[in-house]
């Protein structure tokens, strides 16, 4: 399985890539949202992770951009974020659909969420 992380954050964008890839994910990774698109253009992918603030191009920009184009509508998208705020969870619960995770949660609950995603994607597949 194939899990692309976009993440303006390098520390934690490699954490969590080292993390995944422990698990048996092959991971790709970006910068920012218009950084995702290439890798996304580059590679089948069968999650996204992303941050939701991003320069250049943010997660929710990402997100609606990934949804408006057919092939890759059907992706599973997981926003993760530093806040925690009504602003945010405002934002994320607006993006139909998705899953959303702070970036403090203990690993545990990351494999836990990435799993749930996986499978609830593969269950509308079948």
């Known amino acids: 399985m194939n899990i692309l992380i976009v993440d303006d954050e390098q520390s934690y964008r ?14 790709f990774t970006a910068i920012h949202g218009k950084d995702g698109m290439d890798r996304l253009r580059e590679n089948k992918i069968d999650l996204i ?5 991003m320069p250049v191009m943010d997660g929710l920009k990402f997100f609606k951009t990934v949804r408006s184009m057919s092939e890759f509508s059907s992706i599973p998208f997981l926003f993760v974020s530093g806040y925690d705020d009504d602003q945010t969870r405002e ?6 659909g998705t899953g959303f995770i702070k970036k ?11 799993d749930q995603m996986l499978k609830k994607n593969k269950t509308h597949i079948l």
């Open 104 to 114: 403090t949660a203990a690993p545990s609950q990351m494999k836990e969420k990435v």
């Open 49 to 53: 992770i992303s941050d939701v603030y």
């Open 14 to 27: 490699r954490m969590l890539e080292l993390y995944l890839q422990s698990m048996g994910f092959t991971i």
């Open 91 to 96: 934002a994320v619960g607006a993006a139909k």
